[in-house]
Nanobody, 126 residues
Framework: QVQLEESGGGLVQAGGSLRLSCVAS????????MGWFRQAPGKEREFVAA????????RYSDSVKGRFTISRDNAKNTVWLHMNSLKPEDTAAYYC???????????????????WGQGTQVTVSS
């Protein structure tokens, strides 16, 4: 079982930046994918970005491409989501998740992920 803990959320003005962190602990592996999702009130959980820690392949949603960057440090079991040029529509609870099926490209579907963190709130004011 992998435990995940997110941090780094907060309140920021539109155009600002935040960096979210996700630390994995427990039964960790060097070969898996980690993804970031977000969920706004009344909306479904939405894919944001993901990275395969074995191949370094990344995927981004169209809504964040060019503004968000996912990075990782395998030795620290940590993945970051660097968020720039934030917009009010980026407001949501952000969750990290792990996909133990490392042999495939990062998945965008939430139900393909095996473990989830508790989430961290990001609020972007206009």
């Amino acid at each position: 079982q992998v435990q995940l803990e997110e941090s780094g959320g907060g309140l920021v003005q539109a155009g600002g930046s935040l960096r979210l962190s996700c630390v994995a602990s427990g039964r960790t592996f060097s070969r898996y994918s980690m993804g970031w999702f977000r969920q706004a009130p009344g909306k479904e959980r939405e894919f944001v970005a993901a990275v395969n820690l074995d191949t370094d392949r990344t995927r981004y949603s169209d809504s964040v491409k060019g503004r968000f960057t996912i990075s990782r440090d395998n030795a620290k079991n940590t993945v970051w989501l660097h968020m720039n040029s934030l917009k009010p529509e980026d407001t949501a609870a952000y969750y990290c998740a792990v996909d133990l099926n490392y042999w495939r490209d990062p998945e965008t579907r939430p139900n393909e992920y095996d473990s989830w963190g508790q989430g961290t709130q990001v609020t972007v004011s206009s």
